[in-house]
């Protein structure tokens, strides 16, 4: 439970593969049209129930009276780079990493020219090996100095500069990417398929391992690289091999569900572990408890669904559709696009 901060680490690979399988090829050229398009797609996936879950914290912190300032802040989504934890960690604490989800977005399309001239297996693996050696002299400096005793409130300490700093987490980012330009690369052959299964299983069981290793927790090494190195491989590895157990168990209907609804999960668990008083178990070990705590998962469960279902998807549809180029040429009368509706 301890080790959950893991997840933003892995979460921010992901972001970097699936960005750069979808986009990488239409944002090769960075024709203005093309990042007009990529950016109001991220924009719309993102921030309309961002900025509705962080609207109902603030309004109720409003109503009980408690400060709202710096709420401006969480609105442009730029809480991250601040180095008082109390102001990152504001409002929905968790929304600090949407904030570094948008810098890394914005990254992107300056990203490519560079990762364009990898054409090669062996360049891909040299340029993530690269990657990995910066991240690891970053963590490994601030061990030796000292300064990964610091506690997280100082702006010094290695919690704001590898765990929630957007610039550093530039290399989780850059892993992902190379990790799908691998994929792209060796896609169909057989002997990466061979290789793919059995580094998934090894891959999933490195980071449970890391995970419940107690002596690792809010170490340096945790708070990026450690799970940033078997989360790239576990993420190529599904990809390269999909039809291994691990894959085919992810690509279930209900998985799929999951995964769909995992960002309204992600924005609505902190404030609703508030609201229904969830952590209980840790203190009062009895099957009652536990028993809760799975009804309490059950209803913040549910409660993402239905807002990805009622918010989340009808919204990044329509901002889509309403800032797309073609509507705003209709709208001042111009020319009607060809594959536009009637």
Same mark, same amino acid.
């Given at each position: 439970?301890?080790s959950g901060y893991?997840g ?5 690979? $992901?972001?970097?593969?699936?960005l750069s399988?979808n986009?990488?090829?239409? *944002?090769?050229? $960075?024709?203005?049209?093309n ?10 996936r993102?921030y309309?129930?961002?900025?509705l879950?962080?609207l ?7 109503? $009980?009276?408690?400060?709202i300032?710096g ?7 730029i809480q ?8 990152a ?7 600090w ?9 914005a ?14 297996p062996?360049s891909?693996? *040299?340029a993530a090996?690269a990657?990995v050696?910066?991240m690891?002299?970053?963590?490994a400096?601030?061990v ?11 702006p ?5 500069w590898?765990y ?7 290399g989780?980012f850059?892993?992902g990417?190379?990790?799908?330009r691998l994929?792209?690369?060796t896609?169909?052959?057989e002997r ?10 090894a891959a ?5 391992a ?11 090494w ?7 190195l078997p989360a790239?491989l576990?993420?190529?590895a ?15 209907p209900?998985?799929? *569900?999951?995964?769909?609804a995992s960002?309204?999960f992600?924005?609505?668990h902190?404030?609703?572990?508030? *609201?229904l008083?969830?952590?209980g ?8 408890a536990l ?5 309490? $998962? ?12 009622s ?6 549809v /329509?901002? /889509? ?8 040429r ?12 009637a």
């Amino acid at each position: 439970m301890a080790s959950g901060y893991s997840g933003v680490t892995i979460f921010f690979v $992901l972001s970097g593969f699936v960005l750069s399988f979808n986009y990488f090829d239409e *944002l090769r050229s $960075l024709r203005p049209r093309n990042l007009y398009d990529y950016f109001v797609a991220r924009f719309a996936r993102l921030y309309p129930l961002y900025v509705l879950v962080l609207l109902y914290v603030v309004v109720r912190q409003h109503a $009980l009276g408690e400060g709202i300032d710096g709420w401006w802040r969480n609105a442009l989504a730029i809480q991250a780079w601040d180095p008082n934890v109390a102001h990152a960690y504001s409002f929905d604490a968790p929304a600090w990493s949407i904030g570094v989800e948008f810098f890394l977005y914005a990254c992107f399309p300056l990203l490519i020219p560079l990762f364009a001239r990898l054409r090669k297996p062996r360049s891909v693996l *040299l340029a993530a090996a690269a990657v990995v050696v910066a991240m690891a002299a970053l963590a490994a400096w601030f061990v030796l100095s000292g300064r990964a005793d610091l506690p997280l409130t100082n702006p010094g300490s290695a919690h704001r500069w590898l765990y929630r700093t957007p610039l550093t987490r530039l290399g989780d980012f850059a892993l992902g990417i190379l990790a799908a330009r691998l994929f792209v690369l060796t896609r169909g052959e057989e002997r990466v398929a061979r290789i793919g299964r059995p580094l998934a299983w090894a891959a999933a069981l490195a980071i449970v391992a890391l995970m419940a290793w107690p002596a690792l927790i809010y170490t340096a090494w945790s708070l990026d690289l450690s799970y940033a190195l078997p989360a790239v491989l576990l993420i190529f590895a599904l990809a390269a091999a999909p039809a291994s157990l691990p894959a085919r168990a992810l690509s279930l209907p209900a998985m799929v *569900l999951l995964g769909e609804a995992s960002y309204a999960f992600y924005l609505v668990h902190s404030p609703a572990i508030g *609201l229904l008083g969830a952590g209980g178990w840790a203190r009062a070990m009895s099957p009652t408890a536990l028993v809760l705590e799975f009804l309490t $998962l059950g209803a913040v469960v549910a409660l993402a669904i239905g807002l990805h279902f009622s918010v989340e998807r009808p919204a990044r549809v /329509r901002l /889509r559709r309403w800032l797309s180029l073609s509507t705003f040429r209709r709208a001042s009368g111009g020319p009607r696009s060809p594959s536009a509706p009637a």
